[in-house]
């Protein structure tokens, strides 16, 4: 049975999100501010973390970044939660180490397709479908086991969804991917309004990979179609 930890000031919004987690078979943890919240964090090592924004004390995004730096929490996936559903909000949130985004006010079936995404994606969830194959194209190879690539025989840790959306683009080397593919493949789900989301993701993929992020020679965006991986071949 999966762990979940919700971290949540409002004890209405909380409880509702603890009940049907619960209904759909998780272990469920609360916590009402970011201190206690971390502090939970560290101490049960849940398989996932619903983190609200606007928390008493610590914020979530601090909460988030701390819980990152810490190599015991630093793989766990974390679902925001907040009232604001503003792109620099959401931008702040993912720069901050989230995974996921959910606003409220928000369905309790889109609440728990987005939990269940994250939880297959990760290799925290008993049933997650891990990447087995070693892939490599000219200067890149993937190696799934420790989420890390060999990059101009450099190596490199990645997120995971740093290696998931990697790991999507060079399964179509020098093809253009579709945002919504990309969601679909990469996040689990095809939401309308999330494409800052790769955006977002794209933008940390390049920062460890190009030699200029601001220039991509590598991770290059075909605009108005998606994003095209071109790797040399020597």
């Known amino acids: 049975m999966s762990r979940i930890l919700v971290i949540d000031d409002d004890p209405v919004i909380s409880e509702l999100v603890a009940i049907n987690l619960e209904m759909a078979g998780y272990d469920i ?12 964090a560290l101490q049960i ?16 995004f601090t909460v988030c970044q701390r819980l990152r730096r810490d190599e015991r929490t630093a793989n766990i996936p974390v679902l925001m939660l907040t009232a604001l559903g503003q792109t620099k909000s959401k931008v702040e949130g993912f720069n901050a180490g989230a995974d996921d985004y959910l606003t409220k006010p928000f369905e309790v079936e889109e609440m728990l397709a987005r939990v269940k995404a994250l939880l297959r994606r990760s290799e925290r969830s008993p049933q997650s ?26 190596t490199i840790k990645l997120t995971h969804l740093e290696f998931e959306l990697l ?50 020679r590598y991770i290059k965006t075909v605009y108005g179609a998606g994003y095209c991986l071109e790797l040399p071949t020597s």
């Open 129 to 154: 479908a891990k990447h087995s194959e070693i892939l490599n194209y000219g200067p890149l190879t993937i190696v799934p086991e420790r989420f890390e690539i060999i990059w101009f025989e450099k």
């Open 167 to 216: 790991h999507c683009l060079l399964q179509r080397h020098g093809q253009t991917v579709s945002p919504s593919d990309i969601l679909k493949e990469v996040w689990g789900y095809d939401p309308n309004d999330d494409i800052e989301t790769i955006r977002v993701h794209v933008r940390h993929l390049r920062t460890k990979l190009e030699p200029d992020p601001r220039r991509p």
């Open 45 to 60: 090592q849940p398989d996932l973390i619903m983190l609200d924004l606007m928390l008493p004390k610590v914020d979530g």
């Open 29 to 40: 943890s609360q916590a009402e501010d970011g201190i206690k919240g971390q502090a939970l």
